[in-house]
């Protein structure tokens, strides 16, 4: 499931083949992927340019242009599980599950998104509407501070769950929330307002240094992710915990352990990341 590293290798790729270019059709092969009317979208993406690209948590943002200007109206793209967005010849043969195709510059190339579990999402989104949208995240998981962290940690529930709460923090799912957990060596049913101040700064860089080393490595394919170009992420031979029940800690040995955590399934160390019991950080920061 795309997370935020694939997100981004995705907004380089945009940024590499289609910025700057003009959509000059658009065909929607199956209106179910978008939000709103689709003739809107249309009336509203043909003709323009690609003026700029904005990614916030798992949500992308093609800022639209008129005539080199933009108006802070874009296209929004949720890439959801199975979302793909390529930049690929028009001649090209169309693979099942091609939902939407936007051709570039009236030239050979178009932009394709594919889904085959339908929960990507294309929409049109006003200026207004894209405040709202990203207005309704977190702060990016890349570009968070330790206080916007540190204050948004004080609540009740498990880790795990927060990490995932796109409202808590945006960026995150299932894989990078349980690598960033095991770096850090905490239990992922540790409660967020329990974690240490040591805690809260260890688990920040984990997320830090998880992430931008997805993101070096073009993300995980774990079922159906591929960048712009169709090429799959090499972040998958890094996963340390992500689906490796009972294999060996790369730590220590131990067997990694697989549980539920807020209905998701979670992995990790139970020698390393053990669950502590401390007072709630707000009573004792220490
Ligand atoms: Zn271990």
Known sequence: MPELPEVETVLRGLEQRALGCRITGVEILNAGVITGQPAHLREHLIGRGIAA???KGKALAVYLATNGATQGDCLLIRLGMTGQVVVIRRDAPL?????????????PNEIRFRDSRRFGRLRYCTREDLEKVFGSLGPDAL???????????????AIKGWLLNQRMLAGLGNIYADESLFEARIHPQTQADRVSER???ALLRAVRRVLRQAVALQGTSFRDYIDIEGRPGNFLPKLRVYQKT?????R???PIRRITVCGRSSH???RCQRRTRRPRANTNSR
């Open 53 to 55: 690209l904005r990614r």
């Open 95 to 107: 693979l099942p599950h091609t939902h939407v195709r936007m051709v570039l510059n009236d030239g």
């Open 143 to 157: 570009d968070v501070t330790e206080k916007e962290f540190r204050d948004a940690l004080r609540r009740r529930g």
């Open 199 to 201: 805690g809260a700064r």
């Open 246 to 250: 009972g294999k060996p800690c790369p």
């Open 252 to 254: 220590c040995k131990a």
């Open 268 to 270: 990790f160390c139970p």
